[in-house]
């Protein structure tokens, strides 16, 4: 049973598109997050969120809207996606801040 | 804001030798310090974390020390092995903080 779950793996797609990716995770946890890893392999947080709430937006442009239906989600939508935005995004999760996080396998996205 | 910077950018190993691998982080009211390891293509998994009431934790080969005062913080891996060869991060976060800071990665080759 995969602990943190996100699809797609890969995704292509064409300027100025709208595109989301899913995150599951059945931990139990209830903190989730989004991260950004650009292709020198930096990891940067964008959204942090605790039972369903935002608790943390790191200056992410608001094209990006993280939505939390419930504490074992956390989506990512992204509208009029740019060439800057391929990057690996990687869906985590820990049992509060502060311990181990548990990520996902990731999300590589193409813009072209 | 806060930061953690990681050092050497790149290390080069024969097998058998060790590796180390330093962090230095910003915010003092930093107290928990995970490592993870990411194979290529593959998700971060921690391998060690330490938290800042401990001043060194190891596990068969990999040891992590932690000086509080001089906020840095490192990782040992002994006996060096071609299956260590990853990219490894250092992290800093606080308990209740949601935001885990990441260093910019350590890339390290174990040459057989």
């Known amino acids: 049973d995969t602990a943190v779950s996100q699809t797609p793996k890969y995704l292509v797609t064409q300027m100025g598109n709208d595109k989301s990716i899913k995150c599951e995770q059945n931990?139990?946890?209830?903190?989730m997050y989004w991260y950004k890893q650009d292709s020198k392999k930096f990891l940067k947080i964008m959204f942090s969120y605790n039972n369903k709430e935002l608790i943390i937006n790191e200056t992410v442009p608001n094209r990006f809207s993280p939505k939390s239906p419930d504490k074992a989600h956390l989506n990512l939508h992204i509208n009029s996606l740019e060439l800057g935005d391929s990057a690996v995004y990687f869906c985590a999760s820990s049992q509060y801040s502060g311990t181990e996080a548990f990520f996902g396998q990731g999300t590589r996205l193409t813009v072209v | 804001g806060e930061n953690v910077e990681q050092h050497p950018s790149t290390l080069s190993v024969q097998e058998g030798d060790s590796a180390v691998i330093k962090c230095t982080y910003s915010?003092?009211?930093?107290?928990?310090f995970p490592w993870y390891k990411q194979e290529l293509g593959k998700r971060p998994q921690l391998i060690i974390d330490i938290r800042s009431n401990v001043g060194e934790k190891k596990d068969q080969r990999i040891a992590v020390t932690l000086n509080k005062t001089a906020k840095h913080f490192s990782l040992h891996i002994t006996e060096t092995q071609p299956e260590d060869s990853a990219v490894y991060f250092c992290?800093?976060?606080?308990?209740?903080?949601?935001?885990?800071?990441f260093g910019a990665g350590t890339r390290l080759f174990v040459k057989a």
């Open positions: 992290a800093a976060s606080m308990a209740g903080g949601f935001k885990t800071i």
């Open positions: 915010d003092s009211a930093s107290n928990y």
């Open positions: 931990l139990g946890h209830d903190t």
